[in-house]
């Protein structure tokens, strides 16, 4: 068995499982679809929690998914496949998709380079990211819209950047440096609109 029917055959034992377990098709198509809504929301809280520590997790999630989907066009440029519901028959189909080169997957690289970053940044119980992102990764096969290796190849390539970013940004001065250039421009334009609706207020 070569590469090519291993990868077509683990996709037809993941995809099939929703013809057989399709109460659980509704949360995959949730988690495959809209869970990238969550996960902007979460960054977004992240930031506005205006902590630096996650401020700097923030900047090395987003410099990860920066580089790690530069070496992921590359890599689709090197090898391409279109998605299986556009390749094989009997595909469960799940959500619409456009037909376009799967590989690697996109989605996968988004929720790798944050996910993973997340726990390099704090250790511990948020290796529950991990676990989250490995979860999207399984959606998107089941969904119907992504090979195996499009997955594979999508979060490798996010944990090898998330890796490099951690063990390099936080230690550069101009990282700090930058971010409290950033804090001080936020004070600065926040703190007037804080004042007026103060004195707003005391009128009223």
């Keep these: 068995m070569n590469i090519s029917e291993l990868n077509t055959n683990l996709f037809r034992t993941i995809n099939d499982l929703g013809k057989h377990y399709t109460y659980l098709n509704s949360p995959m198509i949730f988690i495959a679809e809209y869970m990238v ?12 929690t205006k902590n630096k520590r996650n401020r700097i997790m923030v900047i090395c999630a987003t410099i990860t998914f920066i580089s790690a ?23 469960n189909k799940l959500i619409g998709k456009a037909i376009d080169n799967s590989f690697p ?21 948020w290796f529950l990211w991990g676990i989250l992102a490995c979860i999207v990764g399984v959606s998107r096969i089941w969904v119907g819209v992504h090979y195996p290796a499009d997955v594979l190849v999508g979060a490798f390539i996010s ?22 250039i950033y804090d001080r421009g936020e004070r600065l334009i926040l703190s007037p609109l804080s004042k007026f609706k103060s004195t707003r207020s005391k009128n009223l």
């Design 37 to 48: 809504y969550v996960l902007a929301l979460v960054v977004l809280l992240f930031w506005l």
């Design 69 to 91: 989907e530069i070496i992921g066009k590359i890599a689709g440029k090197i090898h391409s496949n279109h998605q299986p519901f556009a390749e094989l028959s009997k595909v």
């Design 159 to 180: 944990v090898l950047s998330a890796i490099i970013t951690q063990a390099v940004i936080p230690k550069l001065k101009f990282t700090h440096k930058l971010l409290d």
């Design 105 to 125: 997957s996109d989605h996968t690289i988004l929720f790798f380079s944050f996910c993973i970053s997340f726990w390099l940044c704090r250790g511990g119980w």
